[in-house]
Each structure stands twice: as C-alpha cells, then as structure tokens.
C-alpha cells in the first residue's frame, strides 16, 4: 500500500476513535417514527423469520404452490441449519394455524416428554443435593417433539410433498452458507457456556457437537457453515417421513448414543410419543382478542396480563412514563405468581380457568399500588390443581396464516448431538419442579412445563395478526406489550416491535418449590429508549432498574397482519437477523 493512502487511512482511524459511532444518532425518516422502519406488504404471501435466507425459502415455497403450513416447515428446517442457537429438530414445537377453509384456529402441542425410565428418586440421587435439574448433558433431555409436529401439521394442512420442503435446507446444509451477525453472536456465547469450567463437566459427551459446530471455534458472521450430518437426517425424513425419527433408524441411533453416554432416553420413550391438538383460548381487549395455546405453555400469562389490564385506562397515559411501565410490570408479576403455581403437564394437573376471567383479573388489578411495587402478590387462588427460541410466521394466497415457535431450549440445548444426525437434544427438562407437592414436578414420561409460546390476534371473528416474540419468560409480557402498543397506542406493526421494551424477572418460578418467598420485587429490565427521568421515576418507587442495551435478553419479534382487503403486512425487528419477504 503506497504511504500516503495508508497515512489518510491511519488518520481516518484515529478520527473514527475521537468520534465514534456510539455518537452518531439515527437518521430521518418521511413517514413514521425516527427509530423503526417500513412495514412489508405484499399480496400473495408472505413471511417473517430469523434469517433472510430462511424467508426466502418460505416465499419459494408458496411460489410452487404449497401451504403457508408447507412453507413455515421449510423455514423452521432452514433455521434448524442457520440458526442452531435457537432451535433445531432436537427440541420442540408449538403452533397457531388458522384455516380459511374451516374458519377455524388450530393449536398443536409438539412437547416431549421426560424419560419414562429415570424415576423421580433416581434424578433425586443424581442431583447428590442439587435443588434443580442441570441445564447441561443427559439429565434435562427430553422427547424432541419438532418433527413430529411437522408432519402432523403437514398431514392436515400441507400441499407439496415433504420431500419438497426439506430440500431448500438440505441444499443449504450441504453447499453451505454465509453465518450471519447475531447468531455468530450467540454461537459464541453458547460455546462459551459449553466450556466454561463446571458446566462443561455436565455434558457426557461433547466430541460430537464440537465436530458438528465448533470444529475451528465458534463460527464468525460472513463465514461459510455447513452441516452435512443434518442434511443426512433431512433426507431420511423426507425419504421414509415421521416414524424414522420416532421408530425406525433415527430412533434407534438417539437411544444408542443416549445408553452409550450413560443418558436415559431410549427406543420406547421416542416410539410412546405423540403431540396433539389443542383448542387455543382468547382474551378480549381493545376490540380485539389475543389467542394463546394452554399449559404446559405460558402463553395463559399473557391472557391473564390482559385481563388485567384492561381495568387500567393505559391509553391516557405517557408511553413512555413511569406510570405505564409501573402498570404493566405489576400485571406481569400477578400473572407470574399464578404460572410458579399452577401451568404444568395438563395431562397430570388441570388448568383452572378461572384464572382467566375478567372477574379474576378485576380482583388481581385492585391489589395493584399505583405508588409502589407489591412486596409479595403471591399466586391467586387456592384452587385445586392435580424456556431461546426462534419464531416464524407465514401467510398464503389463500388466506392461510401459521404461528410457529420452536425450541432447544437455553440456546443450542444440552450439548449433546447424537452420532452423526447433526443436530443438538433440548434440555427442556430443566424446567420442572423437584417439589413434590408442585403439579410442575419431575414425574417420568411428563412433559415440562414450557416457555416456548405462539401468539394469535382476531378482530371481528376473522384473523387479524400472527405474531411472536421469542425469549425464555420474556414471551408472555413481550406479547402484551405488542398488543398494548398496537391498541392502545395506534403503533404499525413494524413499530409495535422495535419500541424500547421492558423485560421483568424474578418472583416464583414453576421450576421452584410451592413455598418458595421471593426475596425482592425481582429486576426491571429496560432498553436505552425508555427515557432516564422514567427510570429515576420506577428506581425512586422502589424497582430494581437497569437499562440493557445489548437487546438480547428482550426477546426476537416477528408478526404478519392481515388486512381487510387481504393484504399482508410483515414486521421483523432489529434485534434479531431476520428479514420479512412477500411476493
């Protein structure tokens, strides 16, 4: 390089140093706020997803005629391969259809269950004292219920031949493609976690998943990835479809890596499985309903919030006070003593829908201090009762509209990948409860409880908004905050998601014991677009606030609306990689 290029360049750095980016505010925009960007419309179809690439082929896809349900497997397969930090065929699924053709909404609950041979005294005894399940290695493993919700989706909904969806991603898995920014971020991280000193002793095995995702290290953005081992696997399904996974050669390949590791899922614990239909259930609110999907699922904290809400005149206050943000993470903190309570395997603890009446959520609203944070709410009731993430969705030309979410659970799962299929077991099972008094505890063959949650809006009977945000226990109060800023705020859709948001933690956990007494108020969390008077405002009414600027633990957003003249519009939002395409 010649000296005086290379001395312009020396100086530009120097300047970039003295001035740096941190300091350079936003541009303008001709329409809507300085701080988010244009909606997507489109006619035909449309989708909304983590990655760019994984769009693309959802739209490819309904380009050659398949279902909205054809095109969210194909990206949910996709994103198996490109963001494997999120999600993979190693965990589970969960989904919001509607269906033009019935007019009706469908729910599927694609959970797996804990192995039906480690007996609750078992797991006690491996623990040796421990007061959970570990986030690492065999013991939190459960059912990966993905596949199986693909094709029980696909056998009710689908066109094309699944031998057609998967081969987007089993094209992708062997030619490759380029790692993206933030989930080069999470590879990272999750690699990280895997070899930091005491967790990497939980993992049994960990040859096979270095060799699959981290041969050179965590993969960079921009570098080409490959997973030929999963694209084996792909083929397989769309050869020889569900019952290679749950009876046939796959089946028998995860119960031989799991006795060999010393792990206890086996053969029969993969053949007993089997998700099911689910009638969602919806809350009314500012003329329009949120439809969540029952426990084992959160998605009835979001509802309960609601109810809550809607006693509280939230449209007349600052969006950005300190009076909403009081409001509102009160409604959470209630809802969540009632979830610590009683969300659990309806299978073994039913559900008491009495949580859900607006009578209910009047009595929860009245025990809210308008000047100061609750000490201890406590869960409602007694009545008697026996967690990263991605999200897509996708609309067709025929009115069709799928709300997907999936999940290994804590990034890539257990760090366990079973020889040669190319992809990470969930570690779901940490979610349950060792209190044996709790309807969330440890139980062999029981699905835990779960934080993976799809979200669905009506308006006047017909489908109006499907929508997602992804994030462990930010899901429920991340969905109320969307509706909250739709609603009541009149925000478009690409708005609703990238406006600051809160994320509150603490309090009862369902992973806790029932008398378990929260020590504080828990943590306000908040992103750097809440102004710092509102901060001060909570800190000096007694919250526990800090400002977050990273986005990471405020959840991924994705959402398409559908208009009355049957446009699609799609959002995704700046806090994750993905892109929105229609056609």
């Known amino acids: 390089m010649c000296k005086p290029i290379a001395a312009a360049l020396s100086a530009m750095a120097l ?49 050659e005629g398949g279902s909205a349900v054809d095109a969210a497997i194909a990206a949910n397969a996709a994103l198996g391969l490109m963001e494997p930090t999120g999600n993979g065929i190693g965990g589970d699924l969960f989904a919001i259809i509607w269906d033009p053709e019935t007019e009706k909404l469908y729910g599927y609950n694609g959970s797996g269950r804990s192995p039906k041979g480690l007996s609750y005294d078992t797991l006690i005894e491996k623990l040796d004292g421990a007061d959970s399940l570990p986030p690492f290695g065999a013991l939190p493993v459960s059912v990966p219920g993905a596949v199986d919700g693909w094709f029980a989706m696909h056998g009710r909904f689908g066109k094309l031949p699944m031998r057609e969806n998967l081969a987007p991603a089993i094209a992708y898995a062997e030619d490759g493609f380029p790692v993206s920014p933030v989930i080069a971020t999470y590879f990272s991280m999750n690699y990280a ?3 930091e000193e005491g967790l990497r002793e939980q993992i049994e095995e960990f040859a096979n998943a270095e060799a699959t995702y981290f041969s050179d290290g965590p993969p960079e953005a921009g570098e080409i990835f490959r997973n030929p081992d999963l694209a084996k696997t792909y083929r397989t399904l769309a050869r020889k479809g569900r019952r290679a996974f749950y009876e046939g050669e796959l089946a028998r390949t995860m119960s031989d890596y799991m006795e060999r590791i010393g792990g206890y899922l086996r053969y029969e614990d993969f053949a007993a499985h089997e998700g099911e239909w689910v009638e969602p259930a919806c809350v009314s609110y500012q003329g329009a309903e949120l439809c969540e999907l029952p426990p084992n699922g959160q998605g009835f904290a979001a509802l309960q919030m609601l109810n809550i809400l809607k006693n509280a005149d939230l449209a007349s206050m600052d969006r950005a006070g300190p009076e909403i943000f009081h409001t509102m993470v009160e409604a959470k903190r209630l809802a969540f003593e009632d979830l610590a309570r009683y969300y659990a395997d309806p299978d073994t603890s039913e559900f008491p829908m009495e949580l859900l009446s607006e009578e209910y959520g009047q009595e929860r609203f009245a025990l809210i201090d308008p000047e100061k944070p609750l000490g201890n709410p406590g869960p409602g009731g007694p009545w008697d009762s026996d967690g990263d993430t991605t999200y897509l969705t996708v609309a067709d030309k025929d009115g069709m509209m799928v709300s997907l979410i999936q999940s290994n659970y804590r990034g890539m799962g257990s760090g366990l990948v079973p020889d040669g299929l190319g992809f990470m077991f969930q570690d779901r099972g940490q979610l349950f ?4 008094n709790h309807p969330n505890v440890y139980a062999p063959g029981k699905r835990p409880f779960h934080t993976i949650i799809p979200a669905f809006a009506m308006k006047d009977g017909q489908p109006w908004i499907s929508f ?41 956990a369902p992973t806790g014991n029932l008398d378990d007494q929260p020590a504080d108020t828990g943590r306000l969390s908040v992103e750097p677009g809440v102004p710092m008077a ?33 446009v699609y519009v799609g959002a995704t939002e700046m806090r994750k990689d993905g892109t929105v395409a229609g056609y």
Not at 38 to 52: D, L, M, R
Not at 472 to 496: K, R, S, T, Y
Not at 537 to 566: K, P, S, T
């Open 468 to 508: 997602g945000l992804m994030g462990g226990a930010m899901q429920p109060q991340g969905h109320v905050q969307v509706m909250v800023n739709i609603l009541d705020f009149g925000m478009n859709l690409q708005e609703a998601g990238d406006a600051a948001r809160f994320n509150h933690s603490g309090g009862r």
């Open 193 to 195: 976690r895997f070899t």
């Open 15 to 63: 300047f970039g140093a003295a001035m740096s980016a941190d300091e350079l505010g936003a541009g303008g925009r001709p329409v809507g706020e300085i701080w988010s960007r244009s909606p997507v419309y489109a006619q035909n179809g449309i989708a909304a997803t983590a990655h760019p690439l994984a769009s693309q082929v959802a739209i490819d896809i309904l380009k």
């Open 534 to 566: 509102t901060v001060k405002a909570l800190r000096a009414m007694g919250h526990n606030v800090e400002v977050i600027d990273n986005g990471i633990i405020f959840g991924g957003y994705q959402a398409i609306m559908r208009q009355d003249n049957g």
């Open 433 to 436: 409860s060792l209190d044996p």
